[in-house]
């Protein structure tokens, strides 16, 4: 039972990471656009059917990482250009039914091309067998997955707090106004955001598909989770992100062991417990 | 300011529409546009009235469908009893949902209603021996209305069951124009243009926003009631995040300019709906592509399509209406 137990909780630690890899994602673009974006889980499952597509074709799983980014990236560069800039200076109700209606043609899109049945791949051979921690035993791919998740986030928070990009996009963020006037190309900005956001989201679908393989609901219950770790989180707050998605992931993962047709209600408990106990989530600003 | 027309007038051309209806096309999908019209409406309540973005409407009309379906499967409950039960069931489920949500404005309200409209599809999904979980709730009956001295109505009958529907959808309307003609109307718009200048006014804008908030809700739920009766099954799609999406398609697609614009939505929203279907299983791509093409090049939605037409026909002159 013990060692059960263990395991659950290290699997729900990897796939909490990759909630907060997917809520940070999603975190950018609401920060830039102040906009929730309702295609994120479409992204999301367009990187993992990307990189179950590389690797089927026999690339190797770095390429197919990489491609399950970028693949993303530039969608969500071309919805941004074409629609999401368009419609900036109006009421964001149109934004939003937008990207209700890029989500609607990405996920047809998904099945026209890959079918309703679920599809699976094997991680590659160095990744597959387990660690043997004594107590119980790591999945050597289970391991990759948090480590990956988490060396992107790393990566992302540097690229944020670090960097002159990262201080522009903040600026972006906090008075798109005040930004512009200081010279900073904000529409340019943007456009990397969103591309940034969307990649991230298909890095996680990339990095689940040798774990959880890719199915046709995978978006529709990503871009849910996703949407409750922020409001568990807080708005806003990137280390919310980061503990709420762990959060959530340990108590699916958990939870599964006891009650395993609960655990997907449960995260919607932990939710409403924490709006009634801390309105603003665990790290957001009043 | 201008006045607005009577609620008797406006209702009456509401059923006159609803009275041409059923000769204009197969019943049905007259039945169905009635039905997605009431739905519209509260939703359009929320949106252009109170200024309140909900993405989670679909979530009260699938608690009023269950509720509903499953009264009239497992019970012998009268017709009416069912509708209020589930009128009451979701307003109920919608004075939780905005308890928790009102206070949040802007983007965060509309990201908690899409959060608790996913936790009620999940509870609906995972409670399969109440909600028929992902096979939908099936074999829901429609009861016979008994009018002591008159007889039975047999509800089976499409034409008496439309009539029903219609009598509801005229009641719908009549009630959410005259509570938006009336002061907590007023409250409502002017919290939408203003919200701390309202508060400091004296009024309790929590308030009257709750109570847009469960009017809606109910109204929803009678409409999820009329549909799980209509196919006598209460499918799990109904209650998801696409239905929502859908339900804000429709206001913005009617206009928002008019309380006839949801209705005008919805009609447009059952036509595409079934002339994509017939095309193609895929047809949600379609559907996708034409909320795409309206919000960037038709952001007015119908009446806009009517205002320009006019004037097209008379001349560059003709009069703007509202924005």
């Given at each position: ?8 909780l290290l699997n729900g630690l990897a796939i909490g990471m990759i909630y907060a890899l997917t809520a940070f994602g999603l975190s950018i673009i609401k920060g830039l656009l102040n906009v929730p974006n309702f295609a994120h889980g479409a992204f999301y499952a367009l990187g993992a059917y990307v990189c179950y597509a ?233 | ?305 009517f205002d320009r037409v006019r004037r097209l026909v008379t001349g560059a002159r003709g009069e703007r209406s509202a924005p």
């Amino acid at each position: 039972m013990i060692s059960l137990l263990a395991a659950q909780l290290l699997n729900g630690l990897a796939i909490g990471m990759i909630y907060a890899l997917t809520a940070f994602g999603l975190s950018i673009i609401k920060g830039l656009l102040n906009v929730p974006n309702f295609a994120h889980g479409a992204f999301y499952a367009l990187g993992a059917y990307v990189c179950y597509a590389a690797m089927h074709a026999g690339m190797p799983f770095a390429l197919a990482l990489a491609l399950s980014f970028i693949a993303p990236a530039v969608v969500g560069t071309v919805v941004e250009k074409l629609g999401v800039a368009r419609l900036m200076n109006g009421p964001y109700l149109y934004q939003l039914l937008f990207l209700f209606g890029t989500a609607l043609i990405l996920e047809q899109l998904i099945i026209i091309v890959w079918g309703t049945v679920g599809l699976s791949v094997t991680p590659p051979e160095w990744l597959q067998g387990a660690f043997d921690l004594g107590f119980t035993y790591l999945p050597k791919y289970l391991a990759f997955n948090g480590l990956m998740a988490a060396l992107t986030i790393a990566a992302v928070w540097l690229l944020i707090e670090r960097t002159r990009l990262g201080s522009q996009i903040r600026a972006g963020i906090d008075k798109r106004e005040m930004a512009q006037c200081l010279g900073i190309d904000v529409s340019r900005l943007i456009t990397a955001g969103f591309a940034l956001g969307t990649g991230l989201a298909g890095l996680s679908g990339g990095l689940v598909v040798p774990l959880l393989g890719a199915n046709s609901t995978m978006g529709a219950e990503m871009l849910s989770i996703a949407f409750v770790v922020l409001v568990i989180g807080g708005l806003g707050s990137l280390y919310g992100a980061l503990a709420a998605g762990i959060l959530v992931g340990v108590i699916q993962s958990v939870s599964s062991v006891f009650a395993p047709s609960a655990s997907t209600v449960l995260i919607y408990v932990a939710m409403v417990a924490t709006l009634m106990i801390r309105p603003q989530g665990l790290f957001g600003e009043r | 300011m201008q006045r607005k027309p009577s609620t008797y007038l406006m209702s009456a051309v509401a059923a006159v529409l609803a009275l041409i209806a059923p000769f204009c096309m197969p019943i049905n999908i007259a039945t169905e546009i009635v039905i997605f019209s009431i739905f519209a409406l509260a939703t359009y309540l929320l949106i252009s009235v109170a200024g309140l973005y909900s993405f989670g409407q679909a979530a009260f009309f699938g608690v009023g469908g269950y509720i509903a379906g499953y009264l009239y499967i497992n019970t012998d409950v009268p017709l009416f009893v069912g509708l209020l039960l589930a009128a009451l069931g979701s307003a109920v489920a919608a004075l939780v949902v905005g308890m928790m949500s009102i206070k949040r404005i802007g983007i965060y309200f509309m990201m908690l209603t899409f959060a608790f409209n996913q936790m009620i599809f999940y509870l609906a999904y995972s409670w399969h021996s109440v909600t028929g979980g992902e096979d939908g709730l099936g074999g829901i009956r429609r009861p016979d209305i008994t009018i002591p001295g008159v007889g039975k109505i047999d509800l089976s009958n499409h034409v008496n069951f439309y009539v029903l529907c219609a009598v509801l959808f005229v009641v719908v309307f009549a009630g959410l124009y005259q509570m938006m003609r009336s002061p907590l109307g007023l409250v409502l718009s002017a919290a939408k243009q203003n919200m701390r200048r309202t508060d400091s006014l004296g009024f309790s804008v929590y308030r009257a926003q709750l109570l847009a908030f469960v009017v809606a809700g109910a109204a929803s739920g009678v409409a999820g009631a009329l549909f799980a009766m209509l196919y006598r099954i209460m499918p799990i799609d109904a209650i998801s995040w696409h239905s929502s999406g859908t339900a804000v398609f429709m206001v913005i697609i009617g206009g928002m300019s008019s309380i006839f614009g949801p209705v005008i939505g919805a009609a447009i929203f059952i036509w595409l709906q079934g002339f994509f279907s017939l095309m193609w299983a895929r047809w949600p791509l379609l559907f996708g592509v034409f909320i795409i093409l309206v919000v960037l090049f038709l952001k007015g939605g119908a009446i806009e399509l009517f205002d320009r037409v006019r004037r097209l026909v008379t001349g560059a002159r003709g009069e703007r209406s509202a924005p």
